[in-house]
């Protein structure tokens, strides 16, 4: 039986790493891996095992490490936007009325409400916050921006863009 060789970290590289794996850490098969699980994570592990050449146990384990160091977060299921009546994509750029931390705090937790709201981020630059917002047509989306997106808390300033066509939009990782 071969054996699977695991390239432990030094104690000085361990002491200085974060918790979760690395990229570069990663040997070809946990990347094979990473790979098959970003184009289908329903696969059985069986499958998996095969196409990364692996035995099946081996495999579970290999999975169950890149789950348990943080690298694989979750096992989800994308939903097709415009099958689930949310065609239209929004970009959003807010500008918050005051720059502290109780604001930003206070606008953080309300925007995790705003339904529609698939993302929110700080940046810097000319606004505070980039939010993606999926809604049904251009009437869903301004009836929501009259009725919660100007009473977010802190809110100066908000520009919509409308997404006219996807280009391009992943989930996968580049490996």
Aim: net charge positive.
């Amino acid at each position: 039986m071969n054996k699977i060789k695991v390239r432990q970290p030094s104690a000085r590289q361990a002491a200085s790493a974060p918790a979760a794996e690395s990229l570069q850490s990663l040997d070809r098969i946990d990347r094979a891996i990473l790979r098959q699980l970003q184009t289908d994570a329903s696969i059985s592990n069986v499958a998996l095992a095969a196409k990364v050449k692996l035995s099946a146990p081996a495999c579970l384990r290999r999975v169950e490490r890149l789950k348990e160091s943080g690298l694989i977060r979750g096992v989800v299921a994308l939903i097709d936007p415009k099958s689930a009546g949310a065609g239209m994509l929004v970009i959003i750029g807010v500008v918050l009325d005051r720059s502290t931390p109780e604001s930003f705090a206070d606008f953080e937790k309300a925007a995790q409400t705003v339904p529609g709201c698939m993302e929110c981020h700080v940046v810097t630059g000319e606004f505070d916050y980039f939010m993606t917002i999926r809604t049904r047509d251009s009437d869903s989306f301004n009836r929501l921006h009259a009725e919660q997106l100007l009473y977010l808390p802190g809110v100066r300033q908000i520009r919509s863009f409308m997404v006219l066509k996807e280009i391009l939009s992943t989930t996968r990782f580049p490996l």
